[in-house]
């Protein structure tokens, strides 16, 4: 009766492994490319109308962003210069877009042509963009780094 309470009590423990293992492989978001594509709508939608609660809350706390001008940002930089700076984006399209996941992190890469204003004047913007998004500990997609470049002309 011995053996037979310790292979009831060695099945129980397998079981109880197989169950949790599998529960947390199905609990773990998996990116794809539908939701990078909505992030990056809403991240610029964000920008667009200077929504310093979405910017927050789809940017990393260690958020790096860069410039095409060379000017790297933090979140508290970007959010700031966003919502407060003389720079405004009325309109923002994204061409020759490209993205590649690899677990939980995805990258993008196009090309933005936007219409903004600086200091109240009309201005174009046509750069190179790439952009990290990663999944966060809670399974929220954010964006972790984003480095512009300048075109050639």
């Known amino acids: 009766m011995g053996k037979i309470r310790i292979s009831k009590q060695i099945i129980l423990f397998i079981g109880v492994i197989a169950i949790t293992s599998c529960a947390s492989s199905t609990d773990q ?13 809403k991240f610029d939608d964000a920008v667009i109308a200077r929504d310093e609660v979405t910017l927050k809350a789809i940017t990393a706390t260690n958020l790096s962003y860069g410039h ?36 939980n992190v995805a990258i993008v890469r196009h090309i933005l042509s936007a219409d903004a204003t600086n200091a109240g004047q009309p201005a174009k913007v046509h750069i190179g963009i790439i952009m990290v998004f990663q999944l966060d500990e809670n399974d929220k997609m954010v964006l972790l780094a984003r480095q512009a470049y300048r075109l050639p002309s």
Do not use: P, R
């Open 29 to 41: 978001k998996q990116l794809d490319k539908e939701m990078v594509l909505q992030t990056l709508k």
């Open 68 to 103: 095409s001008s060379g000017k790297i940002q933090d979140k508290a930089e970007f959010v700031d210069d966003v919502v407060n700076g003389s720079f405004q984006f009325v309109s923002i399209t994204n061409d020759n877009q490209s993205v590649n996941i690899s677990e």
